[in-house]
């Protein structure tokens, strides 16, 4: 049975970092497209970011431009989003989602995921 667990969430300050991992069982991630998703209290869920099957295509909300970094390590089945700079609207519990990489739809297009995982709380606060 196919899962995906995110993991690594937390507290943080202002300005402080974090990352968070998402582990696929069941399966070989290699074979999929990643992406990272957020919900804020009160908000839709929106694109964080996402990247290829190969790790040769990564996409970055503007949002998280130049501040988070998306990885995967195939071996490990594993997919990292790495935060820095954290602001307080980085808050949220945040989703990791995979589809085939054939997919021709836009990165964002949360309906074009086949399998989502239960999500980590990120909080960010003084």
């Not at 970011?49 to 501040?67: F, P």
């Not at 594993?78 to 609207?89: H, K, Q, R």
């Amino acid at each position: 049975q196919l899962q995906l667990v995110e993991s690594g969430g937390g507290s943080v300050q202002p300005g402080g970092s974090l990352r968070i991992s998402c582990v696929l069982t069941g399966s070989s991630l290699e074979q999929f497209a990643i992406g990272w998703f957020r919900r804020a209290p009160g908000k839709e869920r929106e694109g964080v970011s996402s990247i290829g099957s190969r790790d040769d295509r990564t996409n970055y909300a503007m949002s998280v431009k130049g501040r988070f970094t998306v990885s995967r390590d195939n071996a490990k089945n594993t997919a990292y989003l790495e935060m820095n700079s954290l602001l307080p609207d980085d808050a949220g519990v945040y989703y990791c989602a995979i589809r085939p990489q054939w997919v021709p739809a836009n990165w964002m297009m949360q309906n074009s995921y086949n399998l989502w995982g239960k999500g980590t709380q990120v909080t960010v606060s003084s």
